[in-house]
């Protein structure tokens, strides 16, 4: 471990190494990369650049554990899962700041973030005494049938920027408690979140090679191993489709089980009988949320045309008083984009959407040239044959679509090739109801804008993948089901 050059009461929390078999350290190959604060271009740490050769490692390790780990009682795994989490909410300060430094979330949303991943592990504890079978009334007398839960084996966890500790405890708490072993793979923007979620599991008092963590900087070489590997039971993935479909095609050569929560598109409707003011709130706690980097953050937001006027001008109000900056920074509401790409990607959308015909109702640049800070911005005036309208923004732009109908409205809605999330206001109970299962999501919120919990099953359909992360299903993507039949003597 290093000491940290950010504020922090817990110097441990910054690590400079890996984790593999319960010692930390370097690659094997000693080449390291720089992990980069968005806001200011600071260097914050250097983490090991690691290759296959130090992931096969971990793989070992990880299988190795797997026998002892998978026969602990339930009652032991939900301890040590316990400690993890009351280590998390001791620390919880420390690690958001970890968490803005190296992503650029405000703080009070990364304080969020930790608190909403510790409650996935909190949630896990639990549920490992519920990993309940079944005994089947058997088709003979002498027969008894047993249906029994088994963990999957070794997982290969690998997880996103935008949520680093979120994330990773989503997927690390239910494989856990089901008693699989773990190779870790955060993303190469921001490992320090989960080096640091890490040395927390590890003074938990997790057992050596149960759970271990791989950092690089160049994950396809890491993907394919976890991939190719047989000792590797189960890939859970979150990111982007096009990653999706790769190592779902890499996996399938060993009909590998796979959980992938991928890209989003989510609709935002309004209807005319909705309450405004809560809609606005909504649309602005779903929409510029980290910057709009969410997979489940309003992407397009469609207002029926008898109230798009009133809705628009509250909207625009409201969007107008937030504040960005850096994330430490008291009262911000908005940090940086991740990367140059990141900002790229959204002026492209955007001036492909301009070129078409919207218009600029708010913000549409960066607040100073070459920084990845960008306004919170609103689009007008757009229509289906517009990019913003079938990609995902990732960024702080909304646009806005008018419609007539309710059956318009769901049409546009579902004319695309994600099935994430989907949000819409209204107060009459029969549309609520229509609309709700018309939609083509695995995630509906009806009048509110956030939906993320621990006690409901996660996940999308259609290109936006399969699986399903938090509730009692959770477990489900880490375990098996094996049919026992047991012949009885005479007696």
């Not at 690691?50 to 780990?69: C, G, H, R, S, V």
């Not at 009133?310 to 940090?335: C, N, S, W, Y």
């Not at 419609?403 to 695309?416: C, G, K, W």
């Not at 099935?419 to 229509?434: Q, T």
Request: aromatic letters at 8%; proline letters at 5%; a neutral charge.
């Amino acid at each position: 471990m290093s000491s940290s050059p950010l504020l922090l009461s817990n110097p441990k929390l910054l690590s400079t190494s890996a984790y593999l078999n319960g010692q930390w350290r370097p690659a094997i190959s000693g080449r390291v990369y720089p992990v980069v604060n968005p806001a200011t271009g600071e260097t914050l740490a250097a983490v090991p650049d690691m290759a296959p050769d130090d992931t096969q490692l971990a793989i070992a390790a990880a299988d190795a554990a797997f026998p002892a780990w998978s026969r602990t009682t339930a009652a032991y795994r939900a301890e040590l899962l316990k400690r993890w989490h009351r280590l998390l909410l001791k620390n919880e300060a420390d690690l958001a700041r970890l968490l803005t430094a190296e992503q650029g979330k405000p703080l009070a949303e990364a304080l969020g973030e930790i608190r909403y991943g510790a409650s996935f592990i909190e949630w896990f504890a639990e549920e490992a005494r519920r990993a309940y079978g079944d005994v089947v009334p058997a088709q003979e007398a002498d027969k008894r049938i047993l249906v029994l839960r088994q963990p999957v084996g070794v997982a290969g966890i690998i997880t996103p920027w935008n949520f680093p500790n979120a994330m990773l405890a989503r997927k690390m708490a239910p494989a856990l408690a089901a008693g699989c072993t773990l190779v870790i793979k955060p993303a190469e923007a921001t490992p320090l979140s989960a080096l640091a979620m890490v040395a927390l599991a590890e003074e938990a008092g997790f057992p050596a090679g149960v759970v271990n963590i791989v950092t690089t900087r160049n994950p396809a070489p890491i993907g394919e191993a976890l991939t190719a590997d047989k000792r590797v039971k189960k890939i859970s993935f979150t990111g982007s489709t096009r990653i999706g479909k790769w190592l779902m095609e890499k996996a399938a050569a060993q009909l590998k089980r796979l959980s992938l929560e991928l890209g989003g598109n989510a609709p935002f409707i309004v209807f005319d009988d909705a309450d405004l003011d809560a809609a606005v709130a909504g649309a602005i706690a779903s929409k510029y949320r980290n910057a709009g980097q969410t997979c489940v953050c309003a992407n397009r937001i469609y207002v029926q045309a008898g109230i798009a006027e009133a809705f628009l001008a509250k909207f625009t109000t409201a969007v107008r008083q937030l504040r960005v900056g850096p994330g430490h920074e008291p009262g911000v509401d908005i940090g940086p984009l991740i990367n140059e790409a990141a900002v790229e990607k959204v002026e492209s959308l955007m001036h492909d959407a301009l070129s078409r015909g919207a218009s600029l109702a708010l913000g549409g640049s960066r607040i100073t040239a070459g920084s990845l800070f960008f306004e919170p911005t609103i689009l007008t005036g757009m229509t289906a044959d517009m990019q913003m309208a079938q990609e995902e923004v990732f960024g702080p732009v909304a646009p806005v679509f008018i419609f007539s109908t309710e059956a318009e409205a769901i049409r546009l809605a579902n004319a695309t090739d994600y099935g994430l999330a989907a949000y819409f206001y209204g107060r009459d109970l029969s549309r609520v109801f229509r609309v709700a299962e018309a939609l083509a999501y695995g995630m509906v919120g009806v009048n509110t804008g956030l939906i993320s919990t621990a006690v409901a099953p996660f996940g999308g359909i259609k290109e936006s993948g399969f699986g399903r992360e938090g509730s009692r299903y959770g477990m489900d993507e880490y375990t098996y089901l094996k049919y026992v039949n047991i012949g009885l003597d005479a007696g």
